[in-house]
């Protein structure tokens, strides 16, 4: 691959790394804290995963703007 193509992949890996966030997030059932990832390139996402201990879904309900978390909500799912 030539240097600039390689180059361009790099700075967009970099810039889209930035549109990530991490935020501790409570399980409703069990009540243990957890880190998700949030891409906050996405305004308005919802999506369920598991807790890490009790592995009952939960729903995670997000609003952002590019690098910033504005609302999240979490309840069973």
Request: glycine share 6%; proline share 6%; aromatic share 6%.
């Amino acid at each position: 691959m030539p240097a600039a193509g390689k180059r361009g992949w790099q700075m967009r890996s970099i810039s889209q790394a930035f549109m990530q966030e991490s935020e501790l997030i409570q399980c409703p059932f069990c009540g243990q804290s957890f880190e998700v990832l949030i891409d906050t390139s996405q305004s308005s996402q919802t999506f369920t995963t598991d807790c890490e201990v009790c592995c009952r879904p939960m729903e995670v309900v997000v609003e952002c703007e590019p690098g910033e978390i504005l609302s999240l909500d979490v309840r069973p799912g």
